[in-house]
């Protein structure tokens, strides 16, 4: 009986960790331009830094035939776009002052964000 408890609390621990403590790493958009590749339900790289004050854009690549992968949607700039199947799709985004903007698919289960410096 206190194995089992121990394990429960341990997956109790790591439910926790996975979806509120565990921040995927950060990736420096040069230039403001890079390539996010949609597979295995999550956007790779999730979390882009890109500079404050220059447009920038963002070429996706659909490699998942999930039917919630095929619409990138980019709220706060009233931006929705499908994405074709294993083709390159260009985003251009406005200059943006500094703060965090999301970018999600239309049922909001694959999630990234845009961290403006």
Known sequence: MVIINIVG???????VW???LYKPAEVRAEEGVITVIVEDG???PSRISLPAGLPAKI???????????????FADFNISEELPLNKQKEINLPAMTAGNYDFTCQMQMYRGALLVE
């Open 9 to 15: 609390l341990l997956l109790i621990g790591l439910i």
């Open 18 to 20: 996975w979806f509120w």
């Open 42 to 44: 999550a956007y790779q």
């Open 59 to 73: 070429c996706f690549l659909r490699k998942d035939a999930s039917p919630c992968a095929g619409t990138v949607v």
